[in-house]
């Protein structure tokens, strides 16, 4: 049986996430309130902020960096989670 959430992101009732997606309490809280769809509009403006902010997944100042955001994007604490300032997406 499917687990649901009540999804921060989407705001709405939806299918939740399989495993915790990110180490300790902060993959614990996405876990227990962010959606697979939620999770997946993270993916998309992560690789958004990893590119316009030239950050490293295997470098632990720029995790703290992207912990930041995910703490703005999901739950609105702090001042991260927007797009990045002057940010354009590329028209197709």
Request: aromatic share 8%; glycine share 10%.
């Given at each position: ?18 495993a ?23 993916l ?12 490293s997944?295997?470098?632990p100042a ?17 001042e991260?989670g927007n ?7 590329s028209?197709?």
């Open positions: 049986m499917m687990r649901m959430v009540q999804c921060v992101v989407t705001n709405q009732q939806s299918e939740g996430l399989d915790v997606p990110h180490p300790g309490e902060l993959g614990q809280r996405i876990f227990e309130n962010v959606s697979k769809d939620g999770w997946q509009q993270w998309e403006r992560l690789t958004i902020i990893i590119n316009e902010n030239g950050l997944t295997s470098d720029c995790i703290e960096v992207i912990e930041k955001h995910m703490l703005g994007f999901f739950f609105k604490e702090g991260m797009m990045p300032e002057g940010y354009r997406a028209p197709h």
